[in-house]
């Protein structure tokens, strides 16, 4: 690792495989939610119009997975809320993951850019609401009284992720790119090493299990289980503080 400036901020991305060892699934290992259900079924809005009780049915499944008191933050969550606290340069998250372990660990700079299953939004005002239950086509929006119209606050193949403006402003500016636990397979998320490349401030480093397919993108590479090289990763980064 280079010695990176502490007073240049660090901007992390992670997605699925940093809440693995938490026991939430990946969606493209071999035994990930992509081999068990189709994304044209569950994960596009064209599904929802289609089949909305098949794709709440997959929500409320996985919002009850991760409300399983087993589910808890690892210590990859931990090391980055850590990171959070004690780098002088400051440390937004971006993550792909619509699981709230970030937050529970401690994190608070936080951007959900595919959105958060502990939210449901009205497809009719665009009310966006706390939610721990089950949702349903029967259930009426508390704001706006319509019925029909709730969703998950998730973000389907062909949908726009959420604070783009404001991820690409950190990526400029970012003294570090951090990329942990995604498979480098869903845009926008996988060309962000790229946007670091090109304002050409920031050192990148992909931590993951097994090399992402944008892996050659990156200055540095690190694999094994985000448990062990997260950690690992932010003890070296704040030693130099
Ligand atoms: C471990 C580990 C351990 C395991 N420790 N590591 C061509 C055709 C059609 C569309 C497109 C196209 N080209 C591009 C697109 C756009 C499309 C896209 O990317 N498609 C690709 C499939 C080609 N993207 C979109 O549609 C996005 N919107 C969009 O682009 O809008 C237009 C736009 C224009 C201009 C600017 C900006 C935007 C929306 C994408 C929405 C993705 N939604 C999902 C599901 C919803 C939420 C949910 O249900 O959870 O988001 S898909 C799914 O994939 C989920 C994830 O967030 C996302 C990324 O997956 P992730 O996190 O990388 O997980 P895995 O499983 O792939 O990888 C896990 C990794 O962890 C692996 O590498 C393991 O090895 C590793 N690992 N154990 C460390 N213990």
């Not at 499944?61 to 004690?86: C, F, I, K, S, T």
């Not at 660990?105 to 850019?113: E, F, K, P, R, V």
Request: hydrophobic fraction near 40%; aromatic fraction near 6%; include cysteine.
């Amino acid at each position: 690792m280079p010695v990176i400036d502490p007073s240049n901020p660090i901007v992390v991305l992670t997605g699925a495989g940093i809440s693995k060892e938490s026991g939430l699934e990946t969606f493209r290992d071999a035994d990930g939610i992509w081999s068990k259900v189709r994304i044209e079924d569950v994960a596009t809005p064209e599904a929802f119009v289609r089949d909305p009780a098949r794709v709440h049915a997959f929500y409320n499944a996985r919002r009850q997975g991760l409300l399983n008191a087993n589910v808890q933050p690892n210590p990859a969550h931990v090391a980055l809320a850590r990171l959070e606290r004690d780098w002088p340069g400051g440390v937004l998250i971006v993550t792909q993951n619509i699981d709230d372990l970030h937050e529970r660990a401690g994190s608070a700079n936080l951007i959900h850019m595919h959105g958060e299953l502990l939210k449901s939004r009205c497809e009719e005002c665009g009310d966006i609401t706390e939610c721990r239950h089950d949702l349903s086509i029967a259930l009426k929006c508390l704001s706006c009284g319509r019925d029909g119209g709730l969703r998950p606050h998730v973000v389907w193949f062909g949908e726009m992720p959420l604070s783009m403006d404001e991820i690409e402003q950190a990526l400029a500016r970012a003294g570090l790119f951090m990329s942990i636990g995604t498979s480098g397979n869903v845009y926008p998320a996988a060309g962000f090493v790229e946007v670091v490349r090109h304002y050409g401030r920031g050192h990148s480093v992909e931590l993951n299990l097994e090399p992402s397919v944008g892996a050659t993108s990156f200055a540095e590479t690190r694999y094994g289980p985000a448990g062990d090289v997260v950690p690992a990763y932010v003890d070296e980064l704040l030693s130099a503080v």
